[in-house]
């Protein structure tokens, strides 16, 4: 089975640091995307981890612990806009994904 | 990087009636896929669209209610048949880059679906 479990909602304080956490248990593993998704829009790409080990891009980082099925995405200096859910998907045997439920982020002033 | 176009980008149909939605890559991809993101939840992959062949459909659709096609590697088509209400939902194309400087997931910017 495909199970992919992320926290409902989080809130934090602009220029803070924010973890959003993802655990997943899939009968396959290639790798797992991090999306960013504003209201209304289609979601956009963040990061896509394979290796085990923290990846950095600029104010968000990406990590995965494949052993512990365990990723998280990282974003620092909050600002306004970063207010989005994020999705946190499986890219699994097949090349097929699986999404978790979302995050939805609140940034306040 | 690609830039995925979709059409129509939103529509109101009636209750029985069938809709095309069109996807369009700016280039050649090995992977499309078709998701759903019904009002306030994720996405839901529905089927991956095969250049030549018939879509592999994830459980809980089939190719009777969902026909896709794929002529080519840049383009792609998903029918939502015999609609229902149930069937109101973004409907959302992507595709997939392999290789480079590592994989990417492209998507379309959605095509919202209301069923009268």
């Known amino acids: 089975g495909q199970n992919i479990d992320q926290p409902t909602e989080m809130t934090a304080t602009e220029g803070a640091i924010v973890q959003i956490n993802c655990t997943y248990q899939t009968s396959g593993f290639n790798g797992l995307f991090w999306y960013q998704q504003h209201a209304g829009e289609a979601p956009t790409f963040l990061s896509y981890?394979?290796?085990?080990g923290l990846e950095e891009k600029g104010r968000f980082s990406s990590f995965l612990s494949r052993s512990k099925g365990y990723s998280y995405l990282l974003l620092k200096e909050l600002q306004m806009k970063d207010s989005a859910s994020y999705l946190c998907a499986v890219d699994g045997y097949g090349q097929n994904f699986v999404f978790g439920p979302g995050t939805r982020l609140s940034v306040l002033p | 990087s690609a830039v995925i176009s979709q059409k129509p980008s939103r529509d109101i149909c009636q209750r029985g009636t069938s809709l095309t939605i069109q996807c369009q890559v700016d280039?050649?991809?090995?992977?499309m896929f078709w998701y759903r993101q019904q009002p306030g939840q994720s996405l839901t992959l529905i089927a991956t669209?095969?250049?030549?062949?018939?879509?592999?459909?994830e459980s809980g659709f089939v190719i009777d209610k969902f026909p896709i096609s794929r002529p080519n590697l840049t383009f792609s088509t998903l029918t939502v048949s015999n609609m229902s209400p149930e069937d109101s939902s973004i409907y959302l194309c992507s595709a997939h880059l392999a290789g480079g400087v590592g994989d990417e997931q492209f998507f379309g910017p959605g095509t919202r679906l209301t069923v009268l």
């Open positions: 981890n394979v290796l085990d």
């Open positions: 280039s050649q991809v090995t992977m």
């Open positions: 669209a095969n250049q030549g062949s018939e879509a592999t459909y």
